[in-house]
C-alpha cells in the first residue's frame, strides 16, 4: 500500500494550493483520509479529514486554524482526495502528508489518537510560502 501526495511548491502568501493524494494498493473512496502537516520543530498537526460514514455522507474535520480556507474533497471516479488551500499565510515551510484509516466506518474527529492512529501514510510533499 502506497499513498502519494502532490501539488507542493512555493507559493505567495494569499495564494493557493491544491495538493492531491493518490493511493496504490488502497481503494481511497472506501476510507477516511486525513491530511497532516508538520513544521520544523513542531509536532505534527492534523489539518482536515474526510470521513467514511457512507457512499452518501462524507463529513469532514477542519482545525481551526484553518477553517474557512481549506477544503477537503473526494473525486470518486478519480480515486483522488484533494486539499484545496486558499488565502495560505507565510508560515514557516511545511510538509504535508496524506493518510487513511482503514475501517469500514470512520467518522474524523481531529482527536490526538486519530493523530497517532492512521494506518497509511504517505511521503508527504513540501509546501513552503514566500514572505
Known amino acids: 500500500v502506497q499513498l502519494v501526495e502532490s501539488g507542493g511548491g512555493l507559493v505567495p502568501p494569499g495564494g493557493s494550493l491544491r495538493l492531491s493524494c493518490v493511493g496504490s494498493?488502497?481503494?481511497?473512496?472506501?476510507?477516511?483520509i486525513g491530511w497532516f502537516r508538520r513544521a520544523p520543530g513542531k509536532e505534527r498537526e492534523e489539518v482536515s479529514c474526510i470521513s467514511s460514514i457512507s457512499s452518501s455522507d462524507d463529513s469532514t474535520y477542519y482545525a481551526d486554524s484553518v477553517k474557512g480556507r481549506f477544503t477537503i474533497s473526494r473525486d470518486k471516479a478519480k480515486r483522488t482526495v484533494y486539499l484545496q488551500m486558499d488565502s495560505l499565510t507565510p508560515d514557516a515551510p511545511a510538509d504535508y502528508f496524506c493518510?487513511?484509516?482503514?475501517?469500514?466506518?470512520?467518522?474524523?474527529?481531529?482527536?490526538?489518537?486519530?493523530?497517532?492512529?492512521?494506518?497509511?501514510w504517505g511521503q508527504g510533499t513540501l509546501v513552503p510560502v514566500s514572505s
Open positions: 494498493g488502497l481503494t481511497l473512496n472506501n476510507y477516511a
Open positions: 493518510a487513511a484509516k482503514v475501517a469500514a466506518y470512520y467518522y474524523c474527529s481531529g482527536s490526538y489518537e486519530e493523530n497517532q492512529g492512521m494506518d497509511y
